[in-house]
Each structure stands twice: as structure tokens, then as C-alpha cells.
């Protein structure tokens, strides 16, 4: 069998609760407690028929469920469970198959009053519980460090709960650089995680050690994100594209995916590599904090939900994505120019109001001029670059990442709603304005921007 599926995260939480529990329940069967038995029969044709004593043991477990709610180990692997795509189906496949160890009728009239996520994690634990130790009566942890083919086991049935479904059902892996995050795992939407290699162990050893068909040789400072869907790896591949996009927009726009990704179909072992259509070189590292997590869910979210399509946004939104793909800051800064002027200079660059514009966006009053000035100083390099005259100089290069920088945030505000989709108009605005005026009464759109901020926050 192959290594679990299941994250190491919900592994660790559910192995860690097992050995929990087994105190509680051992300690109360050496203090005197027993475990119920049930008389059965078998008849093997018209012999005699053979009885023999069946431990009730999850009868035995569920009687002792307050006092297993109380571990903190039951917290933790309850939330882990909550997180767990298949639940539903691990829930409906044990209720499906009777009871590991345990009394059907007592289980059935608990069924119905399990309303909620939480609740339905808590009997999902339970059964996880009847079916490490099905048919014991001791409970002693020295068994299941003796017998570790039980939890693997279970595991096991577990895993199958989340790789159960259509048969279409595809699942991709890929390697994501430059970002950074505090958890191990990261669980953006249901099926779609970001996770550290440690924490997927499942993945393909190629994915694991970082080997993409990008750099030569293995990134050990990487990440994975992995996807599961019922759609075509196409559709899966867009998903991914649509991820890349929020995650440059929510930082500094250095993130890239490999040019490859693994995927398999079902809960099939082969994995097969797909090209993704992305590339570049991450430069610098994106830090997501534990704090932030909340925020670049929902962020990640509202970008899939509002990315524009077919128009002068989108258009922008592709030359800062083909930007951010370039080797270096120079490569890059001319498509963050024409992403700027297709916002920002309708007339077209003869009009000279780009720099302005930016500065007016971009900048409190008392700066706005120095900002013009270093846009004008951008325009220039942007020349130096196409003639071949640069001098790679680090101020250059400083000054080519700050206008990436510049019109990340632009995009962010008005697919966030911060901002209108009319910029050019909003900036000229804001230069003929008052000082004490700022860019949200400007802007005239306070109740969207503070929904979304909400949102966001």
C-alpha cells in the first residue's frame, strides 16, 4: 500500500488521539469496568450451530464519549477532521457497513442527532476509535505499538473515504517557489491546499524533492500545492493559474508554480506530468504568517470570483502575470509599463500623463512629485532597456520592482472593489481635488470597499 494520502497533519492528529484514548479506556477497564459481549451463532450447513462472544466495543467506547471529548487530543484531531474532504463520505461508508466491534441499533439512533460539521467530526472519531480497537478489551497501548497494522489499517480505510469518488475525479500536484508560510499546511478551499513537502507525503518523489523540469537540480526550500477535482487536469491547470494569480497579487508578485505538475486519476497509483504553461524564477520570498492565513483564503477566493475577462483590466492583469514570469527586473518592466498605460493612458503615451496619474494614485499629496519624478526615471530606463543602453545598475533594478509593485496594488484595489475601474479619471480626479480629499471619497465606492475589506480582514 502506498503512504497514506491523508495529510501528516491529520495523521499525526488521529495517531496522537488513538494513544490518547487508549489511557482513558484502559485505565477504566484495570479499574474494574468490562466490556459488554454478544452472544452469536454460525450454522454451517445443518450442523450444529457454533457460538461464540463478541466484544461490544464500541458500545464500550461511545458510553465513555464525554470523557474522550475532554483530551486535548481530541480537539486537535476533531479539527483536523472538520478540514477533511472526505468526512461525509467516511461517515456514510462506516454507517454503510454496520458496526466495526460495536452495537448497529445503538449507533443508528445517534446518527440523526449529529447536526454539524463539528459533531460529525466527533462521531467520525469515534468510529475511528471502534474500528482501531474492534473486538479488544483492554485497550492497552502496548498493542497498538505491537500491532501497528491496525492504525495503518484504519488509516487506511480512512484515505479511501477521500480518494472515493466519480470516477473522473483527478488529483494534481506542483511545486509552488517563492513563498513561505508558518503552517505546514495551508487548506485554501475544499480540495485545493498549500502544504510544506514534510506534510504530503504521498506526493510524487519528484515533487518531494523539489524536481520540476525547471532549475537544474532539487529546491529544498519549496512548496506543494495540491488539487483535488472532478473535472479534466485542464479545468485542474486553470485552477492552479487562477491561485498563481492571487497569490502575486497578495504579496510582492515574486510566486511561481513549476513548469510541471503530477496528476492521477481517482485513487489510481501512476502518476502522470502535465505541463502547466507557466515559468520564471522567483525573486525574493513571500512570507504568509499564521495571521494571514484567514486573509489569503478569502482573498484567494474574491480573485477567482471577480478576475476580470475581456477587457482593458484583464488585458493589464496578463501583462503583469507575463511580468512577473521574466528572468530578471529589466525583462519584466516593460510589460509592467504597458499594463499601466492600457489603465492609466487612454490618449496613449504621446499624452505624457502616465507618471502624474501614477503618482496621484499611488502616493499621499506631499509625495506625488517625487513619484512623478521616479516614473519619468522609469520611462527612461524603459527606453535604456529596449536600445540595449542599460547600465544594470541596483537602483535600476530597485526602480524597475517598485512600478511592479505599483501597479500590483492598483490591480488588487479594483478587483477588491477598493477602487473604480476607471482610473485614468480617478487620478485626474485626485490631482484637481482638495489635499484633505482621499482616494475613497474620490473613488465613491466606501460600502463595496468596506464590504470587501471586511472580507478580507
Same mark, same amino acid.
Request: with cysteine; aromatic share 4%.
Given at each position: 500500500?502506498?503512504?497514506?494520502?491523508?495529510?501528516s497533519?491529520?495523521?499525526?492528529?488521529l495517531?496522537?488521539?488513538?494513544?490518547?484514548?487508549?489511557?482513558?479506556?484502559h485505565?477504566?477497564?484495570?479499574?474494574?469496568?468490562?466490556v459488554?459481549?454478544?452472544?452469536?451463532?454460525?450454522?454451517?450447513?445443518?450442523?450444529?450451530?457454533?457460538?461464540?462472544?463478541?466484544?461490544?466495543?464500541?458500545?464500550?467506547?461511545?458510553?465513555?464519549?464525554?470523557h474522550?471529548?475532554?483530551?486535548?487530543?481530541?480537539?486537535?484531531?476533531?479539527?483536523?477532521?472538520?478540514?477533511?474532504?472526505?468526512?461525509?463520505?467516511y461517515?456514510?461508508?462506516?454507517?454503510?457497513?454496520?458496526?466495526?466491534?460495536?452495537?448497529?441499533? #445503538?449507533?443508528?439512533?445517534?446518527r440523526?442527532?449529529?447536526?454539524?460539521?463539528h459533531?460529525?467530526?466527533?462521531?467520525?472519531?469515534?468510529? #475511528?476509535?471502534?474500528?482501531? #480497537?474492534?473486538?479488544?478489551?483492554?485497550?492497552?497501548?502496548?498493542?497498538?505499538?505491537?500491532?501497528?497494522?491496525?492504525?495503518?489499517?484504519?488509516?487506511?480505510?480512512?484515505?479511501?473515504?477521500?480518494?472515493?469518488?466519480?470516477?473522473?475525479?483527478?488529483?494534481?500536484?506542483?511545486?509552488?517557489?517563492?513563498?513561505?508560510?508558518?503552517?505546514?499546511?495551508?487548506?485554501?478551499?475544499?480540495?485545493l491546499?498549500?502544504?510544506t513537502?514534510?506534510?504530503?507525503?504521498?506526493?510524487?518523489?519528484?515533487?518531494?524533492?523539489?524536481?520540476?523540469?525547471?532549475?537544474?537540480?532539487p529546491?529544498?526550500?519549496?512548496?506543494?500545492?495540491?488539487?483535488?477535482?472532478?473535472?479534466?487536469?485542464?479545468?485542474?491547470?486553470?485552477?492552479?493559474?487562477?491561485?498563481?494569480?492571487?497569490?502575486?497579487? #497578495?504579496?510582492? &508578485?515574486?510566486?511561481?508554480?513549476?513548469?510541471?505538475?503530477?496528476?492521477?486519476?481517482?485513487?489510481?497509483?501512476?502518476?502522470?506530468?502535465?505541463?502547466?504553461?507557466t515559468?520564471?524564477?522567483?525573486? &525574493?520570498?513571500?512570507?504568509?504568517?499564521a495571521?494571514?492565513?484567514?486573509?489569503?483564503?478569502?482573498f484567494?477566493?474574491?480573485?477567482?470570483?471577480?478576475?476580470?475577462?475581456?477587457?482593458?483590466?484583464?488585458?493589464?492583469?496578463?501583462r503583469?502575470?507575463?511580468?512577473?514570469?521574466?528572468?530578471?527586473?529589466?525583462e519584466?518592466?516593460?510589460?509592467?509599463?504597458?499594463?499601466?498605460?492600457?489603465?492609466?493612458?487612454?490618449?496613449?503615451?504621446?499624452?505624457g500623463?502616465?507618471?502624474?496619474?501614477?503618482?496621484a494614485?499611488?502616493?499621499?499629496?506631499?509625495?506625488?512629485?517625487?513619484?512623478?519624478?521616479?516614473?519619468?526615471?522609469?520611462?527612461?530606463?524603459?527606453?535604456?532597456?529596449?536600445?540595449?543602453?542599460?547600465?544594470?545598475?541596483?537602483s535600476?533594478?530597485?526602480?524597475?520592482?517598485?512600478?511592479?509593485?505599483?501597479?500590483r496594488?492598483?490591480?488588487?484595489?479594483?478587483?477588491?472593489?477598493?477602487?473604480?475601474?476607471?482610473?485614468?479619471?480617478?487620478?485626474?480626479?485626485?490631482?484637481?481635488?482638495?489635499?484633505?480629499?482621499?482616494?475613497?471619497?474620490?473613488?465613491?465606492?466606501a460600502?463595496?470597499s468596506?464590504?470587501?475589506?471586511?472580507?478580507?480582514?
Open positions: 500500500m502506498r503512504a497514506s494520502e491523508l495529510s497533519g491529520l495523521q499525526d492528529a495517531s496522537e488521539y488513538v494513544q490518547a484514548a487508549a489511557g482513558i479506556l485505565a477504566d477497564v484495570a479499574s474494574g469496568a468490562e459488554e459481549l454478544e452472544l452469536g451463532a454460525r450454522r454451517a450447513g445443518t450442523q450444529t450451530p457454533f457460538y461464540s462472544c463478541r466484544p461490544l466495543t464500541g458500545r464500550f467506547i461511545a458510553q465513555r464519549e464525554s474522550l471529548a475532554r483530551l486535548p487530543e481530541h480537539a486537535a484531531a476533531a479539527g483536523a477532521l472538520m478540514e477533511f474532504d472526505g468526512l461525509d463520505r461517515l456514510a461508508g462506516r454507517g454503510g457497513e454496520g458496526s466495526v466491534g460495536g452495537d448497529a441499533r #445503538f449507533r443508528s439512533r445517534e440523526g442527532a449529529h447536526a454539524g460539521t459533531a460529525r467530526a466527533t462521531t467520525a472519531l469515534r468510529l #475511528f476509535l471502534e474500528d482501531v #480497537f474492534a473486538e479488544q478489551t483492554d485497550f492497552d497501548r502496548s498493542h497498538i505499538d505491537q500491532h501497528p497494522e491496525r492504525l495503518a489499517a484504519a488509516l487506511a480505510r480512512m484515505e479511501r473515504a477521500e480518494l472515493t469518488s466519480t470516477p473522473d475525479t483527478v488529483t494534481l500536484v506542483a511545486t509552488l517557489h517563492g513563498l513561505t508560510t508558518a503552517s505546514p499546511e495551508v487548506k485554501l478551499t475544499r480540495g491546499t498549500i502544504a513537502p514534510d506534510a504530503l507525503r504521498w506526493a510524487p518523489e519528484a515533487a518531494l524533492a523539489g524536481i520540476d523540469g525547471g532549475e537544474p537540480g529546491d529544498p526550500g519549496h512548496l506543494l500545492v495540491a488539487l483535488t477535482c472532478e473535472d479534466e487536469a485542464a479545468d485542474g491547470r486553470e485552477v492552479l493559474r487562477d491561485l498563481l494569480r492571487a497569490l502575486r497579487l #497578495f504579496g510582492d &508578485g515574486r510566486v511561481t508554480l513549476g513548469p510541471l505538475a503530477w496528476a492521477r486519476a481517482g485513487g489510481e497509483d501512476a502518476w502522470s506530468t502535465i505541463a502547466l504553461g515559468g520564471g524564477r522567483p525573486h &525574493g520570498m513571500l512570507v504568509v504568517t495571521e494571514q492565513e484567514d486573509e489569503l483564503r478569502a484567494c477566493n474574491l480573485v477567482s470570483r471577480r478576475a476580470p475577462h475581456r477587457n482593458e483590466l484583464a488585458w493589464a492583469l496578463r503583469f502575470e507575463l511580468g512577473c514570469e521574466r528572468e530578471n527586473a529589466y519584466a518592466l516593460t510589460d509592467h509599463l504597458l499594463a499601466l498605460r492600457a489603465l492609466l493612458e487612454p490618449e496613449g503615451p504621446a499624452s500623463r502616465l507618471a502624474g496619474r501614477v503618482a494614485l499611488c502616493a499621499t499629496p506631499e509625495d506625488r512629485a517625487e513619484l512623478t519624478e521616479r516614473m519619468t526615471r522609469a520611462l527612461a530606463l524603459e527606453r535604456a532597456v529596449i536600445g540595449g543602453a542599460i547600465a544594470r545598475r541596483a535600476d533594478q530597485a526602480l524597475a520592482r517598485d512600478v511592479a509593485d505599483h501597479l496594488a492598483l490591480l488588487r484595489d479594483v478587483i477588491c472593489g477598493h477602487l473604480t475601474h476607471d482610473l485614468a479619471t480617478l487620478a485626474d480626479e485626485l490631482l484637481t481635488a482638495p489635499a484633505e480629499e482621499s482616494v475613497e471619497e474620490i473613488a465613491g465606492d460600502g463595496e468596506r464590504e470587501i475589506l471586511d472580507v478580507l480582514v
